[in-house]
């Protein structure tokens, strides 16, 4: 068998392996870095979770106590993970994380918390890409805004109350923006919808995680 020869002097041989060398270097950095990505939303949801819930509220690890649901409500096809806040075993709140796609700039990525009775125990922003000063009010160390959810369920305000005051409804709209508040409000209510069609797996007492609840729903007019 013919002996293969390479010369690892010449130009392209000496291409190939730079080429081969940093494709392996960025795969280890993308492995990083998506380590590092994971982390971090790590993080902030356990600050989301403590200004969301009062201290000493729950004692349960709640990132690791959680079920999966899949309803186009919660801002996407895919399967969302639902997290539970106990205390002494008993579930006081479910933390449903819920996109608004339809943001002034893009995707508002929020986080609620639902207590059992179908009550807001609170809202915030995990993420968004609102204006700077008109739509970014929505954020809870900007204004107090947000706080406005806290107490509302789908009976209050009724139907036609989930929507900002200059559609009729009873949500403060923000100074300059109407487009950021209308998105947030919209998601907010249909996530309660979702976790009402879906209580008894939400506010399952099963520790273990659940099963994937598949459904697909329009949004209510």
């Known amino acids: 068998m ?3 020869d390479l010369d690892f002097s010449r130009p392209a041989v000496q291409l190939g392996i730079f080429a081969f060398v940093a494709l392996g270097l960025l795969g280890l950095l993308d492995a990083l870095s998506a380590d590092r990505i994971a982390e971090n939303q790590r993080m902030l949801l356990r600050q989301t979770l403590v200004s969301l819930l009062p201290a ?6 709640v990132i690791h106590d ?3 649901i899949q309803d186009d409500r919660l801002g996407g ?3 969302v993970t639902i997290y539970r806040a106990r205390q002494q075993g008993k579930i006081i ?8 796609p339809d943001g002034y700039n893009g995707k508002i990525h929020l986080l609620i918390a639902v207590q059992p009775d179908g009550v807001l125990a609170g809202v ?5 890409h609102e204006t700077p000063g008109l739509g970014d ?3 809870s160390v900007k204004s107090g805004w947000i706080r406005q959810f806290m107490g509302r369920s789908l009976t209050n305000p009724e139907e036609a109350g989930w929507r900002v005051k200059r559609d009729g409804g009873v949500f403060d709209q923000l100074a300059g923006a109407t487009i950021t508040p209308r998105a947030v409000v919209g998601a907010v209510h249909r996530a309660l919808q979702a976790v009402r069609d879906r209580e008894p797996l939400v506010f399952s007492q099963d520790l273990a995680p659940g099963p994937a609840a598949p459904t697909s729903s329009a949004e209510t007019p």
């Open 2 to 4: 013919k002996q293969l």
């Open 56 to 61: 000493g509220s729950f004692n349960n690890d």
């Open 66 to 68: 959680t079920v999966q």
């Open 77 to 79: 096809p895919s399967a």
């Open 93 to 100: 709140a479910a933390l449903v994380p819920v996109v608004a």
């Open 124 to 128: 915030r922003v995990l993420e968004h």
């Open 137 to 139: 009010p929505i954020e």
